[in-house]
């Protein structure tokens, strides 16, 4: 069930982002994601350190995601992800588009 959209007032109006700036914004995720990679390119710090970082991410997107409808990108840009009602999509559907449907992709590219 969509909840009611917090950064929303009811006199604003809904407008779409930019397709440039929803790519600017899953760049910017992917920056993000690349973040703990040094990590593995010095194998003195350990693979823990990677992880830690990786994990860390995780926690963070997945936090602004539940909380706030966006993403460490998104959040950069100004960015929410809403309905086309302007309310915020269930939990389970932002998980799934943010992080599932690029598993999928991902597992494709390589086995597919």
Same mark, same amino acid.
């Given at each position: /069930?969509?909840?009611?959209?917090?950064?929303?007032?009811?006199?604003?109006?809904?407008?779409?982002?930019?397709? @440039?700036?929803r790519f600017a #914004?899953?760049?910017?995720?992917?920056? $993000?994601?690349?973040? !703990?990679?040094?990590?593995?390119?010095? !194998?003195?710090?350990? !693979? /823990?350190?990677?992880? #830690?970082?990786?994990? +860390?991410?995780?926690? #963070?997107?997945?936090? %602004?995601? $539940?909380?706030?409808a966006q993403t460490? +990108?998104?959040?950069?840009?100004?960015?929410?992800? /809403?309905?086309?009602? +302007?309310?915020?999509?269930?939990?389970? @559907?932002?998980?799934?588009r943010e992080f599932?449907? !690029?598993?999928?992709?991902? %597992?494709?590219?390589? %086995? +597919?």
């Open positions: /069930m969509p909840t009611e959209n917090p950064h929303l007032s009811d006199a604003q109006e809904i407008e779409a982002a930019s397709r @440039w700036s #914004a899953r760049l910017v995720d992917g920056l $993000v994601w690349m973040a !703990p990679l040094p990590f593995v390119l010095f !194998p003195c710090l350990g !693979p /823990m350190v990677f992880l #830690a970082g990786l994990v +860390g991410i995780l926690v #963070a997107q997945i936090y %602004f995601l $539940v909380t706030r460490l +990108g998104k959040k950069a840009l100004g960015i929410y992800i /809403m309905r086309s009602d +302007g309310s915020i999509p269930h939990i389970g @559907w932002l998980l799934v599932g449907i !690029p598993a999928i992709a991902l %597992f494709l590219q390589f %086995f +597919g």
